[in-house]
């Protein structure tokens, strides 16, 4: 019922990922429509698209929307407004915001940073590397090494993790104080269409 009927490939599904088919003009149209036509009120909404868009600044990829969902239930916000705004984190913005952070962070850690690119890139090869070592090492006679891993938490992600919590805050203040009166006026505009209609 919920099958689509023409296949996509894995070379397909990447490019849409990385740029959605109807552009990132189209897919941030829907999210703003969807957020819109929520039921909620405005300030549980707009409490719910800031917890995602605070989440977006964390190192958590691809538990943004259980962590969004999670922090929206402590602060009383609207749990599908706080998955979609997660989408603030996407491809074009997730470069920006882990260089950023890993900045910001490593300066409040007084730590230092070999560079933005290289020293990142090369701290995720050897974590990738050391998760790959240590799990095939479940299946042979070899001993497990974690220092690549303990470098990447080092150097990459306790970084990202201090240095994005300001600017999430920041961001996700600034989108609940935008967004709160956006919404109550598109849904006190919308009740005053749907009275007339009756």
């Known amino acids: 019922m919920f099958k689509r009927r023409d296949k996509r490939s894995v070379l397909k599904i990447a490019q849409e990922s990385l740029y959605p088919k109807g552009g990132w003009g189209r897919a941030a149209s829907y999210v703003v429509h969807r957020l819109r036509r929520l039921p909620d009120p405005p300030d549980r909404i707009a409490r719910g698209i800031a917890s995602g868009v605070f989440i977006s600044f ?11 969902g999670i922090v929206a239930v402590l602060i009383r916000g609207n749990l599908f ?3 979609l705004s997660t989408f603030f984190g996407n491809p074009i913005t997730f470069p920006i915001i882990a260089a950023f952070s890993i900045r910001l ?5 007084g730590t230092h940073s070999e560079g933005p690119v290289s020293g990142v890139f090369e701290a995720f090869s050897r974590a990738s590397s050391d998760l790959w070592w240590n799990f095939t090492a479940l299946f042979y006679d070899r001993e ?35 967004s709160k009166p956006l919404i109550a006026a ?9 009275k007339r209609s009756t």
């Open 105 to 109: 962070g490593n300066a409040m850690l």
């Open 144 to 178: 497990a090494n974690w220092e690549g891993l303990g470098i990447f938490f080092d150097s990459v992600f306790l970084p990202y993790l201090i240095g994005g919590l300001i600017p999430g805050l920041i961001a996700g203040f600034t989108a609940y104080y935008l």
């Open 58 to 68: 964390t190192p958590f990829f691809g538990l943004h929307f259980i962590f969004s």
């Open 81 to 83: 407004a706080a998955m």
């Open 186 to 194: 598109y849904q006190r505009r919308r009740a005053r269409m749907l």
